[in-house]
């Protein structure tokens, strides 16, 4: 929790992960983020992991920090309600994340009428606005096909991480805060439509594989668990545990190099093959499998405890794998003594290591994350403050099921 | 290509994805980049995959529409160039994206010792310095252990996407252009420290699974291709193409009952489970096996074009797996009539489909994607212009070898 972006007021109306990610991004760098959800929370609150009192961990990961309002979307008062948040005055407010349907009550031309400068970022699907998440993007841009075991060509794999939906909401944060400069230069409020597919089209030409295909004609196969390009791949230690090794650049291959003493087997293979593996990086791509056994061989014969500390010595680049348990207990730089976690106590009762903004800036100490809003905690504050609704008129709200407050505060005073 | 930064100037002294893809994000909305290498290129100028004649597709795509310098920097000269670069005069200059070591020549103490207002921006592997790569850190948070086929919970399943790369690079400009704001309020600079590893964990925090694996004690196991928590997964078509479907919503649920006229038999399956599958999500991920049974039968019937209009018509969340090869020539929106696209002849001598921003912006026009640089092209614009380096010293420079510039220029004239 930074705060750089203290002026700014945003108002998520969204679901998931695109929209959410993008306003905990800039909500950890100091944003006044109000989410606004339908009484009862909306089509993410449940969504899994959950805790032991069916809570859900993604909801409270995906919202710590944020105001959370609880309105009645079914009803024309309750939509008001949301529209009135939206384009609130404030010469730092008016900036809209959303996932909403781009027509209906919530579009950005209607919510235009009220505010004109108003910055709307909306995540769709596809450009079209047809359904789309991560998982139905990600199989139609080929990565599934490239995943995995070498030969199973028509087995597709799924990626687990959902990336798509995680560099979506990252390019709406870049996005909006482009907006935010434009409209204080130029007056002028913006439509930011940021479609998964797109995103994820743009990244595969971004890494340069959409002109692979286009130029060779040829798909990329899976290779695996090799690096594609260069040398890198996981290898098993003597007692079992798996190294991911990875030589990119001449320095990295010098140091595997070192580490394992391979000098002597290393120079007969580019002897035989005729090649300078030190510097030609594609070289130890092509020749992989005859590199491989080498390496394999050599890793073998450490434990995972002797290897780490050859590979630190010498400044190998090399990951363990290991699952997230693992992690958590025999490394403590992971989550247990690394600054940007704090443990927090959220909604669900639960109290647990909770991160804040991944980066860390010099000119502003770090504060610890806050816990998850419950929801409609603060529908009261956003409706009382930001809108100016009179006490009086709250509790008639509830009476009328627009918004629902805890019942002390609706009996006479 | 938009131009809703264009007042900005950030200088970029990097390589490979992360740092490369902050200021590609910052060109692609309109900043000024000038990317600083070494003569004859970076460690990731041969990176694959590579055109024809040897060049690379992937630094084409990621550099493209930067201003290219390159400058001798192992000897003094050549780095006091670089220096001048990124502390050069101009409010809105004096930020720098980099992945250098944060000692030396260009750390961000002896720059600001020339420009205190410095923002650098510094990707890391480890928090600590020590080295790491999207691959290595995958490995480390647990995600090859979760991906692929259930019961191989000993193999590991390396992503092919670097996502932690492009999370750490989004992550970096969402920082910068914070970093940005915060200065031009307070004067300050800033050094932000982005190291890989703490955006891997800092995400999976995010999406709950440090809660899911603290709290609980038990790692997530592979669940093949199956969504975790709800219903999702890969089906076969009669023609032998596979479809991802995904029923996260209620609505997406009856959509799909209802595209593939499934009452009964789901209403049987409810009934005999004693549980409603559409309004309990996580119902549709614990009875998974005979849900996909069901579905996979139904799915089987139809051709892939069949299947496609029934799910269209009725609004199911579906996608089809297919390769890059394939989405190229059997979609047009997703590349050929793709308005983020344009045919861009680059460096390579290849012109193929570029992409642009993937969000697009209502107050501004999309202009097309530029072609990357020629290696140093812009190295005498630059140090005339930004640095008001005089001609003659321009051939001197060229003469000891600090730069190097194409002969016609130093021709006495």
Known sequence: ??????????????????????TLLLSQLGADVIRFDAIGGGPDYRRWPLGPGGDSFYWEGLNKGKKSVALNLAMPEGRELAIAIVTAEGK?????????????F??????CSVRPDLVTARILGHAD????????V?????????????????????????????LAGSTAAVSVLAAIEYRKCTGLGQHIRIPLSDVAAATLGTLGQIAEVAISGADRPKFGNSLYGAFGRDFGCADGKRVMIVALTSKQWKAL????????????????????????EGARFLHR????AIVEQAVARYTLAALSQRFKSSGVCFGVYRTVQEALTDDPSFVESNPIFANVEHPSGCRYPTPGFPASFSSEARRNPYPAPALGQDTEEVLTTLLRVPSAALASLHDQGVIRLPDRLLSPS
């Open 1 to 22: 929790m930074y705060r750089l972006l203290s002026d700014i007021r945003v108002v998520e109306g969204a679901s998931f992960i695109a929209a959410p990610y993008c």
């Open 92 to 104: 730092d407010g008016g900036i809209f994340v959303t996932n909403y349907p781009e027509t209906g």
């Open 106 to 111: 919530l579009s950005h031309d209607s919510l």
């Open 129 to 136: 606005g047809a359904s789309a998440v991560d998982y139905t």
């Open 138 to 166: 990600n199989c139609a841009v080929g990565i599934p096909y490239m995943t995995g075991p070498e030969g199973d060509e028509h087995v597709p794999i799924n990626h687990v991480l959902p990336a798509w939906d995680l």
């Open 257 to 280: 190099i070192a580490a394992l003493d391979l000098e002597t087997p290393i120079r007969a293979l580019e002897a035989e093959l005729g090649i300078s593996l030190e510097s030609d």
């Open 289 to 292: 499998e005859r590199i491989d």
